[in-house]
């Protein structure tokens, strides 16, 4: 077969692989390459090498011809304008989770919330002004568009029961978008090879899934108090096959102090605002200030921990436990980009 052919023969093979199967695929793909293209870089040094010196060293060194080396070079340059592949990788990664949003939109009430959650479910209430839940992993802006077209939600509500006054409704989401977890793995934190990520607060597991998908990481552990939640992650862990790094704990993080101890990264987005009482929010923020110690781990928040704990009494000495890092939220040029949502997300170095 032809270098192209075969080149789109490899393509067409991942295209067409079913979206549950992909990400084993992918990732053996990946790893493969990687050594692929090491021993191909090393092979390439040695062909220019050789080729400057009559192909002598290289027929010495490895007794390879030097006629094989022109052709393997050949298959170099080609295999590096296979930098496509790269593209269609993060590119179908972007399609498996779309793929799970689906799966988990098909398991969930629009509200993407479960009666077992009485205490977030009585805090909405009790919020001041008319406030929904959309799930920004679930539905995106142009979903919710469409739902508002189809009547099933509404941006606004009316002041005024029969008039024309109406006010936005404020919307909260309990999961990070697409945008924000692309974000984060690929701007936010460095190459995690080989190290342990834990998120507070698991919930969907959407934080888990796009580490498993654009990151490296060994281990990804969610901690989530909500049983539903867990059995929902378990499903989506085994129907994509990402139990080999995924990890789904249903415990209260409080219970969870070796776990956060071992952690090289912990996340955690609104985790305890909507869910615990105040006293619950600053004895699980003391928990948390006293377990992620480990010296150069980072710990990423929404929002600010700043704001987190100015509304709290706690006896965290900010200073001495943490260092903010600067984040680019500039790093996406797109016009439609939710500039105030990256803005929310912190990057902490545990001191
Ligand atoms: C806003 S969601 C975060 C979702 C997810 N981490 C993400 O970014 O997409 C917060 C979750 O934390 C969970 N939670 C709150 N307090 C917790 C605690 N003390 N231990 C474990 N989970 C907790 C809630 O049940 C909720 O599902």
């Given at each position: 077969m032809e270098l192209e052919?075969?080149?789109?023969?490899?393509?067409?093979?991942?295209?067409?692989?079913?979206?549950?199967?992909?990400?084993?695929?992918?990732?053996?793909?990946r790893n493969t390459r990687k050594k692929l293209s090491l021993l191909m870089s090393w092979l390439d040094a040695v062909y220019l090498f050789s080729e400057k010196r009559s192909c002598t060293l290289g027929i010495c060194i490895f007794g390879i011809s030097s006629q094989f080396l022109i052709v393997f070079s050949q298959v170099l340059m080609q295999y590096k304008a296979i930098d496509d592949f790269d593209e269609l990788v993060v590119s179908n990664n972007d399609?498996?989770?779309?793929?799970?949003?689906?799966?988990?939109?098909?398991?969930?009430?629009?509200?993407?919330?479960?009666?077992?959650?009485?205490?977030?479910?009585?805090?909405?209430?009790?919020?001041?002004?008319?406030?929904?839940?959309?799930?920004?992993?679930?539905?995106?802006?142009?979903?919710?568009?469409?739902?508002?077209e189809e009547g099933k939600m509404s941006r606004s509500y009316c002041t005024e029961c029969g008039s024309y006054k109406t006010a936005s409704l404020e919307f909260i989401s309990h999961s990070f978008s697409l945008m924000e977890l692309k974000f984060l793995y690929q701007h936010v934190l460095p190459d995690l090879t080989g190290k342990v990520v834990v998120d507070v607060g698991s919930r969907l597991g959407a934080v888990l899934f796009a580490g498993y998908l654009y990151s490296s990481a060994s281990q990804l552990y969610g901690v989530e108090m909500n049983a539903d939640f867990c059995q929902l992650q378990?499903?989506?862990?085994?129907?994509?096959?990402?139990?080999?790094?995924?990890?789904?704990?249903?415990?209260?993080?409080?219970?969870?102090?070796?776990?956060?101890?071992?952690?090289?990264?912990?996340?955690?987005n609104n985790v305890f605002e909507y869910f615990l009482d105040r006293q619950e929010q600053a004895r699980a923020w003391e928990f948390i200030a006293c377990n992620?110690?480990?010296?150069?781990?980072?710990?990423?928040?929404?929002?600010?921990?700043?704001?987190?704990?100015?509304?709290?009494?706690?006896?965290?000495?900010?200073?001495?436990?943490?260092?903010?890092?600067?984040?680019?939220?500039?790093?996406?040029?797109?016009?439609?980009?939710?500039r105030e949502a990256l803005e929310q997300i912190h990057l902490y170095k545990i001191l």
């Open positions: 052919a075969a080149r789109r023969a490899v393509l067409a093979a991942v295209r067409g692989t079913c979206a549950a199967d992909l990400p084993r695929l992918l990732h053996w793909m399609v498996v989770l779309k793929n799970i949003a689906e799966d988990l939109r098909n398991r969930l009430p629009i509200e993407a919330m479960f009666n077992s959650e009485h205490q977030a479910i009585q805090k909405i209430h009790q919020h001041p002004l008319p406030m929904i839940h959309v799930d920004a992993f679930l539905y995106d802006d142009d979903f919710v568009d469409s739902l508002c378990e499903m989506m862990i085994t129907k994509y096959q990402f139990i080999d790094r995924i990890k789904v704990i249903n415990a209260d993080i409080c219970t969870q102090a070796s776990l956060l101890q071992k952690a090289d990264v912990v996340v955690m992620v110690r480990k010296r150069g781990s980072l710990l990423v928040t929404v929002p600010s921990l700043k704001e987190s704990l100015s509304k709290l009494q706690t006896d965290i000495q900010l200073s001495q436990w943490v260092e903010e890092m600067e984040l680019n939220y500039d790093v996406y040029m797109e016009k439609d980009v939710d």
